[in-house]
T-cell receptor, first 113, second 113 residues
């Protein structure tokens, strides 16, 4: 049972345009959501997070939106840059639990110059 | 500041053998997490060690085990290796607290022949 789903394995976007990466979850106990970015041959790096009491969090070019009723979150990157090309993982955990992260399968973003 | 280091980078074993993977956390970090990333799957939580104790484990059989040493470094042991154990094994460390504070190593690629 996949509790965090990233249904798009890949996404291609032109440089300068907006990249939108989507993530759905099924576990209502999740109340913190994170996005990680992973380059080949490197470990994931934390990008941005949002708690369930918010519906938006912004950090520079990166914005995460959370729709709790739809159990859906999205990561917007504006403007997209070639260096953003990487695999993006959505992850979630329950603050009342053991900080065990549940990850999606990832979306490979390619930003075309 | 040195990051999380994992060794070896690559490990090749045959079915039935045992594998030992090592992780050195960032200096001062007391928590170590292990994840498995099999082909086509997201990161799956394996084990969490904090202050030398196993705090939580994911949905993996008992042949996956590990330990944390007094210097907070950690070992992951996989016994009776099976073909499906072929994966990237990632270690993360943190001071404790929320998962966004987890810093990942670059992983050990385990291949089972």
């Amino acid at each position: 049972d996949q509790q965090v789903k990233q249904n798009s394995p890949s996404l291609s976007v032109q440089e300068g345009r907006i990249s939108i990466l989507n993530c759905d979850y099924t576990n209502s106990m999740f109340d913190y959501f994170l996005w990680y970015k992973k380059y080949p041959a490197e470990g994931p790096t934390f990008l941005i997070s949002i708690s369930s009491i918010k519906d938006k969090n912004e950090d520079g070019r990166f914005t995460v939106f959370l729709n709790k009723s739809a159990k859906h979150l999205s990561l917007h990157i504006v403007p997209s840059q070639p260096g953003d090309s990487a695999v993006y993982f959505c992850a979630a955990y329950s603050g009342a639990g053991s900080y065990q992260l549940t990850f999606g399968k990832g979306t490979k973003l390619s930003v075309i110059p | 500041e040195a990051g999380v280091t994992q060794s070896p980078t690559h490990l090749i074993k045959t079915r039935g053998q045992q594998a030992t993977l090592r992780c050195s956390p960032i200096s001062g970090h007391t928590s170590v997490y292990w994840y498995q990333q099999a082909l086509g799957l997201g990161l799956q939580f394996l084990l969490w060690y904090d202050e030398g104790e196993e705090r939580n484990r994911g949905n993996f059989p008992p042949r996956f085990s590990g330990r944390q040493f007094p210097n907070y470094s950690s070992e992951l042991n996989v016994n009776a290796l099976e073909l499906e154990d072929s994966a990237l094994y990632l270690c993360a460390s943190s001071l404790g607290g929320p998962p966004m504070a987890q810093h990942f190593g670059d992983g050990t690629r385990l291949s089972i022949l």
